[in-house]
């Protein structure tokens, strides 16, 4: 019909053209004066026959000619066409004169000027006012030949569309009104037809933005949203904001989960496929921000959007992490609402990320089966701080806010920071989730900072608040704080005056975190002169402020200014004089400075002391300047007695009734001696020749008379009663001086002598007096409450004269080695100071450095090899029977023990290093595991019958053990060692219940993984033999396996051991469940069919750990168990039951396939595990009560309670584990029904299940007395097992 009005083929009639063209001024001047009965009259006067086609002629010359008078020549026909008159030629009129307009719509996009649009727009919104005069059919005639419009790809005009959602509601409401059936669902038949076509670029924006003012049910709503979602790819990518914005409008008509989701998984899979097309990747990163802005929006608005989507996020826990998505996650972080829930959400997802990889890290199995991919959450977050650059800026604040918040919640959870907050973590710090996440946060904030400048100032003023408030973080803010500076040192240049704000704040910190916060504003000083300036005359003033503290850290701070300019000068090249020339100058003021401390507290210049001590030997050009200072200080405690120099002791204290040491004597002699050994081995004397001669010849003196006179020269009293607390005290304090001063002059003295036999006479004669003096103090040293250490030998003196002590080398210095080795008092102190040395730094009492590996490997190859021959650890070359040397060797062994235990905690890098140092095999590339045989060999020896040094070889095992923690070994040399452990284990009746612990723990780490669970119940069946079955019969003589080391006085630490690897077993299976559960629940059915045959594979796994796990329990739940080893077990057999209900809830999900190994595991749990259970419960329970009767017998204080107390404690787990196995047996039954498999038929079901503890049996004869003593304790209990009961009535409560 359309096509018969519109038809250009036809004969003009010029009659009637000429009519509307003679006429068009008058209409349009009628039309806009709303003469509307005038307008009828024009219209009703052209002839009717030939009006329609005549009409459409028109109106089409007109559109071509002017839009404007055209659109006012439609909209004064529609008005003149109103009439109630002559009614159906009026509604033929402006159909036809609609149809010309659509039709002109649908062709003439691009012919139509920009200045036209709005007249358009304006026809369209009059024609929609008029829609209600037309018939039904007519509307859907027209929505059909829109639907043809589309199909045919025509060019139409985007407002065409803004007629059809009226037209569908008129139509829709008319069926309503009419109760008409006919027709009725013509909307669903237009929509279905419009999302079946292909739509043209031009017009989806516009067709997309038509869905939202159509009123749409549920399903529509859905068919919708999906569809729209998968025309994405064929959108340009510069029109997907304005798809996604038109289609987050539609979200108000409802399915807001699904369209939300749609968008994400879109974005997703687009980042992922384009991730390494640069220019590609950079504008989808661009048009992400656009889109994350207006999804923003949109949650803003509807809160309801934002809490579906982090709902969503926490359900499919780590497996819809990424860019986009925890980019829109920061992006609602700005919204107030959202802030806390979803930087909670992001701190513990991110620490659980790292968690799950450290444990996949350290698990030997899973690293072979796990099926899924590893998110590397580090690398994803860093990469989304990277691309805030090319368009995700609205996430940098957001960001910013997470990193500190990783780094303070992190450091706060983490024991050792907030146990140790003034100590300086290690560098080489154990690998934890804590610390991993701690390091993304300061990894983050770093990023950040080094790529926008709007977030530096935020992030300077929050590591200032920190540094000021001393948080439990400020370690690792000043980490981060010395790796912005280091390594941004451009971008901080406009900062330095906030930097600088810090020495404000340096008073209340400690002397480590001072001493860090000064390392990272070296760059600084180094390179800016006014904030150098103002550094040091900032410091110059805090050495005299009021407050110790203060004056502590500004002493740290001179040294660590003083330490970076020596060091600047040794990096300067030759050509650069005046760099060289005011580093110098620096230099010289800051050891002007330093010498004001001399005046300071004793605590400051023994800190000074420390500090000059550790420089002399790595900055030997400032030694002649130190060498001066110390000089002086140290000539004002010299004296005569009877014409001999002497030091004045009593200058050195204070106080009369508690007295104390106001100047550490002996750390100042050190320092001088040790710097005048420099300048001689140096031969740098610079301009104080002179004053060294004088100084070497008071040296000299000094130890003629240490050596010569009697104590009572030196103002020690050796007659001094003890009565007088005063002057003991004072006393012990004068030996103490001498003591340290005595090392000194041995150190110097060999260090200026060499290897001569006139320096091993005169430090044995030096040795003679500190042996005398040794003898006097005896154990007061331990009890002097001074803070001097007991020994101020320098390990690089100790490494070096035991290296000369015990060389092998045939010299000529044979005579001075005899003279050492002819004092084995002087060889045993060495040893003693050796093993005290390393044992506070292992502790973090003394600092240590990465220089001191060589040392302590000198150390240990001296000391060695003198008691072994030909690097066999097994064939000692001493009598062992003999005390004195056995006592050596144990100070020998404990010290390269701890020596190892230093650098695989400190430096793990410097091990191979250390042990090539060691052995001298610099080409053996196994040289680890030789080593690790050599200890074999020595713990043979160790727990042989004839040694017996149990502790010592319980060090080596945990040596061996950190070895394997490092991944050192390959898996035939695990295999060796394994087979030696387990050989041990057989062979040896050891009786020391920690020697055996170490060894069987050592097992269960080396031991292959199905092995290992053999081994499990291999040695739950022997524990069984020795602690006695619990029903007569249940002996199994056949069983040959055997192990000597688990005996009667063993047995309880194996076990719980046992008990504990079972029970990490238990976390691991438990963990691999929760993963498969949500790989489950992913909707990408091409990925499970990828997997299907490592999952299958996986599963097997599991199902053979849990089957050992349930054997060895099986057999323990068969002994006489006693004391902790009942709790134990009983805690165990509900975590046990607790995972096989999860594995059974897992297979209700997932139920096509049963396993066979699965059915096999589910029936031993039925046929032995339960029905044992059961009988372990009727017999403790009768125990208990027999025991608790005993007991109270006896009428010992305290043991009736603590009896009841236990049995208490037993009444509730035993409920606890069988509310466990009757959760475990209703989701058998359903796993029953719902497979077919029938898991019930090993099932016994006349079982009594009435385990009521019989308490009122206990003769209840305590007194009050013993009640009150322990009623706290049963409080704690009782609320902690409430908190148990409540997590275990809320277990099957959980969502599947």
């Known amino acids: 019909m359309e096509g018969e009005i519109l038809s250009e083929n036809e004969n003009d009639s010029s009659t009637n053209l000429n009519y509307y063209e003679k006429n068009i001024s008058k209409i349009i001047k009628l039309f806009n004066s709303a003469k509307i009965n005038e307008l009828i009259e024009i219209f009703d006067n052209c002839p009717e026959d030939n009006e329609e086609e005549q009409i459409n002629k028109f109106q089409k010359s007109i559109l071509k000619k002017n839009v404007s008078q055209a659109v006012q020549f439609i909209m004064a026909l529609f008005q003149a066409s109103n009439s109630t008159i002559n009614n159906l030629r009026h509604l033929k009129r402006k159909k036809n004169s609609l149809f010309c307009f659509i039709k002109w719509l649908e062709r003439s996009n691009s012919s139509i000027k920009s200045s036209t649009e709005k007249i358009i727009t304006e026809a369209i919104n009059f024609l929609i006012t008029e829609l209600d005069s037309f018939t039904d059919i007519i509307l859907i005639k027209l929505c059909n030949h829109i639907i043809e419009a589309i199909k045919k790809k025509k060019d139409i005009c985007p407002q065409l569309f803004d007629i059809i959602p009226p037209i569908l509601q008129i139509i829709s409401a008319d069926k309503v009104i009419k109760n008409d059936t006919d027709n009725s669902s013509y909307k669903n038949e237009f929509i279905s037809s419009l999302l079946e076509l292909e739509w043209d670029k031009n017009i989806s924006i516009h067709i997309i933005s038509m869905f939202k003012d159509i009123s749409l049910n549920k399903n529509q709503i859905e068919l919708v949203s999906e569809n729209i979602i998968n025309r994405f790819d064929i959108l340009d990518i510069s029109e997907l904001p304005s798809a996604i914005y038109q289609l987050l409008l539609i979200t108000k008509k409802g399915n807001k989960n699904s369209i939300i989701i749609g968008i994400i998984n879109y974005f997703c899979k687009l980042e992922e496929a384009n991730a390494d097309n640069s220019e590609k990747y950079k504008n989808i990163k661009q048009i992400e921000g656009t889109v994350i802005l ?87 977050m860093l990469s989304i701080v990277k691309d805030s ?443 003693n100071v050796i093993n005290s040395r390393l044992n506070n730094q292992f502790n973090e009492v003394m600092p240590h450095c990465v220089e001191d590996v060589r040392q302590y490997a000198i150390i240990g190859r001296s000391l060695l090899y003198t008691f072994f021959e030909n690097q066999d650890f097994s064939k000692p070359i001493i009598d062992l029977t003999n005390k004195i040397t056995r006592s050596q060797f144990s100070y020998i062994l404990d010290c390269l023990i701890i020596m190892v235990k230093i650098i695989v905690k400190n430096y793990p890098e410097k091990l191979n290093e250390f042990m090539i140092l060691i052995t001298g095999n610099q080409n053996d590339s196994n040289l680890i595991y030789d080593i690790t045989l050599q200890f074999k060999g020595m713990v043979d020896l160790l727990i042989s019958n004839e040694i017996s040094m149990n502790s010592q070889a319980i060090s080596i095992l945990d040596c061996i053990g950190k070895f394997f923690d490092l991944s050192l070994y390959d898996s035939n040399q695990k295999n060796v060692i394994k087979d030696w452990l387990l050989e041990v284990c057989i062979n040896s009746n050891v009786e020391d219940s920690s020697l055996a612990k170490s060894l069987i723990t050592q097992l269960f780490k080396f031991s292959d993984n199905d092995y290992e669970n053999e081994l499990f119940f291999k040695v739950a069946k022997i524990s069984l033999f020795i602690i006695e079955p619990i029903l007569d019969g249940d002996d199994d003589e056949s069983f040959s396996f055997d192990m000597k080391i688990i005996n009667k006085k063993t047995y309880t630490s194996i076990v719980m051991t046992l008990f504990g690897n079972l029970n990490e077993i238990l976390d691991e299976v438990d963990w691999c469940i929760e993963q498969i559960k949500i790989w489950i629940s992913r909707k990408k059915a091409e990925e499970k069919e990828s997997l299907k045959e490592q999952m299958k594979t996986f599963e097997k796994q599991l199902y053979k750990k849990m089957k050992y796990v349930i054997l060895t329990l099986n057999v323990i739940e068969q002994a006489k168990l006693k004391g902790s080893l009942v709790e134990n077990c009983l805690k165990l057999l509900s975590k046990t039951y607790k995972v096989l209900s999860s594995f059974l809830k897992l297979k209700l999900r997932d139920y096509k396939l049963i396993d066979p190994e699965y059915v096999e595991m589910m029936n031993s749990v039925s046929s032995s595990l339960t029905q044992d259970l059961y009988e372990f419960i009727f017999y403790r329970q009768k125990e208990d009560v027999n025991e608790a009767n005993e007991s109270s017998k006896k009428n010992k204080k305290g043991g009736n309670y603590k009896q009841k107390t236990r049995i208490v404690r037993e009444s509730k787990l035993v409920p606890n584990l069988i509310y466990l196995v009757e959760i475990y047996e209703r989701y058998l039954i359903q796993v029953t029904k719902k497979t077919g498999v029938n898991f019930l038929s090993v099932v016994k079901r006349s079982i009594s299940r009435d385990f009521r503890i019989q308490i009122d049996q206990i003769n209840n004869q305590g007194n009050e007395g013993d009640m009150e003593e322990g009623m706290e304790e049963e409080e704690e209990e009782d609320e902690d097992m409430i908190k148990k009961k409540i997590k275990v009535e809320n277990y099957d409560q959980e969502e599947e």
């Open 389 to 831: 650059t090319i368009g995700n800026e609205q996430i940098i604040q957001s960001m910013v806010k997470l990193g500190f918040i990783l780094v303070d919640t992190m450091t706060l959870m983490n024991a050792p920071f907030s146990k140790q907050v003034d100590k300086i973590p290690s560098k080489n710090e154990e690998k934890n989730p804590y610390n991993c996440t701690c390091d993304l946060g300061i990894h983050i904030l770093y990023k950040l900072f080094k790529l926008h400048d709007i977030v530096r100032m935020s992030i300077l003023d929050e590591i200032m608040s920190r540094i000021l408030s001393k948080s439990s973080s400020i370690f690792k803010i000043l980490e981060l704080f010395e790796k912005i500076i280091k390594k941004c040192s451009n971008a901080t240049i406009p900062y330095h005056n906030k930097i600088l704000e810090c020495i404000d704040y340096i008073s209340p910190l400690s002397s480590s975190m001072a001493e860090m916060l000064f390392n990272a504003i070296i760059p600084i000083v180094n390179n800016n002169m006014n904030f150098k300036n103002t550094v040091l005359l900032n410091l110059r003033k805090r050495l005299y402020n009021k407050e110790n503290n203060s004056r502590q850290n500004a002493l740290i701070g001179f040294i660590v200014l003083l330490k970076s300019q020596c060091d600047m000068i040794k990096n300067l090249e030759s050509e650069d004089i005046q760099s060289a020339k005011n580093s110098k100058m620096l230099i010289y003021e800051i050891l002007g400075n330093i010498r004001r401390c001399f005046k300071q507290q004793p605590e400051i210049r023994l800190k000074l002391y420390e500090y000059l001590l550790t420089m002399i030997d790595e900055y030997e050009n400032i030694v002649p300047s130190i060498f001066e200072i110390v000089y002086n200080q140290f000539k004002n405690y010299l004296g005569e007695s009877d014409g001999n120099l002497v030091l004045k002791l009593s200058s050195c204290t204070e106080g009369s009734d508690e007295p104390y040491i106001i100047e550490p004597l002996s750390y100042l002699l050190s320092v001088l001696t040790k710097s005048m050994s420099v300048m001689v081995r140096t031969e740098n004397l610079n301009v104080y020749s002179k004053l060294f001669e004088k100084s070497r010849e008071l040296i000299s003196h000094l130890i003629t008379s240490i050596t010569e006179l009697e104590v009572d020269a030196f103002g020690i009293n050796t007659t001094s009663d003890s009565s007088d607390t005063g002057l003991v005290n004072l006393n012990d304090l004068y030996i103490f001086l001498l003591l340290g001063c005595q090392e000194a002059l041995m150190e110097y003295v060999y260090r200026v002598g060499g290897y001569s036999v006139e320096s091993a006479q005169s430090i044995m004669s030096i040795n003679k007096r500190h042996n005398d003096l040794l003898k006097m103090i005896k154990d007061k040293r331990k009890k002097s409450g001074n803070n001097l250490d007991s020994s101020i030998f320098s390990l690089m003196f100790l490494s070096d004269i035991v290296d000369f002590i015990f060389s092998n080398d045939e010299s000529n210095f044979q005579r001075a080695m005899d003279i050492y080795k002819s004092n084995p008092d002087f060889i045993q102190y060495l040893i």
């Open 294 to 380: 207006q999804i923003c929006l949109g949650m803003n608005l509807d809160h309801s959007l934002g809490l579906q989507f982090i709902k969503y996020m926490k359900e499919t826990k780590t497996s819809k992490l990424t860019k986009f998505n925890i980019s829109l996650l920061l992006s609602m972080a700005k919204i107030h609402r959202y802030e806390d829930m979803i930087f909670d959400y992001l701190k513990s997802t991110i620490f659980k990320c790292f968690k799950d990889n450290l444990k996949i890290e350290k698990s030997v199995w899973l690293n072979e089966y796990y099926p899924f991919k590893i998110l590397d959450i580090s690398e994803l």
